[in-house]
């Protein structure tokens, strides 16, 4: 097990949620059933998935646990360049910051399928 709230990609992905939820305070009121239910539940799973992986017993479930969070960040990803595109809200530092969270869980998978060759 891993103490998942000293893993800097788990804080990262808090604060996405943290700013996830500025984002659909900008969203047009008729919207935010829509864009705004869909935007904070892609980025709720994120840092969630990383807690679960991080409490499971082996590395390998922990990277399925990974692997969703990966998927939901790309589910994020794509609802704000939507977002942007419909609403002309600017998402790009948000983007900017599921890129970088993406970029960590991917190096933190592979830490895991390095390890799993060495050993």
Request: aromatic letters at 10%; glycine letters at 4%.
């Amino acid at each position: 097990m891993h103490n998942y709230q000293e893993l800097k990609v788990w804080q990262k992905a808090m604060t996405l949620v943290e700013n996830t939820y500025k984002i659909y305070s900008e969203l047009p009121k008729a919207e935010q059933f829509n864009f705004g239910s869909q935007i904070t539940r892609c980025a709720l799973s994120i840092p969630s998935n990383i807690a679960e992986g991080a409490g499971r017993k082996s590395s390998t479930e922990f990277k399925r646990f990974l692997d969703i969070a990966t998927g939901s960040s790309y589910e994020l990803e794509t609802q704000l360049i939507l977002i942007e595109r419909i609403f002309k809200i600017d998402t790009k530092e948000m983007i900017d910051q599921v890129v970088e969270v993406q970029k960590m869980i991917y190096a933190l998978n592979r830490s895991f399928e390095k390890s799993t060759l060495v050993s």
